[in-house]
């Protein structure tokens, strides 16, 4: 069989979750979350195959009729202290079985529902970069952290304060998109498989963690829809 045309879009979608209930077929802009990442890797130009990995019935129905391929993935690696990378690695192993895998993948989280195909294939230009063997989205970050013993993370308090335009510059990982040369991805079993390069990206939307969070998306897409 011929190798696949594009990377392989991965999108680890587990039924469970505590902090909010059936979180991954929660809507924003009436669209459930797992399909608006389904829709964003559509929409990048370098992506050949999407494919929704999931312990839940309705989260593989809703996949499905949105065009992605599913992989069961096991209770062993479902619950709330598995990794994503377990869901990935196991992805990974069933899909070789089956054919050819893709050189490159994406791995997407259904939290960060204003994920853009644009942004999708930003993040996986820079593999093709020399001594890259994995990607990662990140926003500018302009305020100045502190730890809880009032220690500074990337000030020093003890010296004038600066300007915040002044700090050393400093960027937030946004947790939408990871990508990786799936061979280095294999062997190190981490996202973050060395040489690793953040990938800047500009009016990123907030990551779902809470409720607060999602009527928050919810509001951000009402009113990009007026």
Not at 27 to 48: D, E, F, M, W, Y
Not at 205 to 226: F, V, Y
Request: proline share 7%; net charge negative; hydrophobic share 45%.
């Amino acid at each position: 069989m011929a190798v696949p045309h594009g990377a392989l879009a991965l999108i680890p979608a587990r039924g469970g979750s505590k902090g909010i209930p059936g979180k991954n077929l929660q809507t924003v802009g009436n669209v459930p979350l797992v399909c608006r990442s389904i829709q964003a890797a559509q929409a990048s130009k370098a992506v050949g195959r999407v494919m929704v990995s999931t312990d839940d019935d309705a989260i593989a129905a809703a996949a499905e009729a949105e065009g992605a391929g599913v992989i069961q993935r096991p209770a062993a690696i479902a619950g709330d202290t598995a990794s994503s990378e377990s869901a990935l690695l196991h992805a990974l192993d069933l899909l070789e079985a089956q054919g050819p895998l893709e050189a490159e993948m994406v791995f997407l989280q259904c939290t960060s529902p204003f994920t853009t195909g644009v942004q999708i294939d930003a993040v996986l230009a820079a593999l093709k970069e020399d001594d890259c063997n994995s990607s990662f989205a990140v926003t500018p970050w302009h305020g100045f952290l502190w730890r809880a013993d009032g220690r500074g993370i990337n000030h020093n308090p003890e010296l004038p304060r600066q300007r915040r335009q002044d700090l050393e510059p400093a960027f937030l990982e946004t947790g939408a998109i990871y990508a990786m040369d799936v061979a280095a991805f294999r062997r190190s079993g981490s996202r973050f498989c060395p040489p690793a390069r953040p990938v800047v990206l500009e009016q990123v939307g907030p990551e779902i963690d809470t409720p607060e969070d999602l009527a928050l998306c919810r509001s951000i897409a009402a009113q990009k829809s007026e």
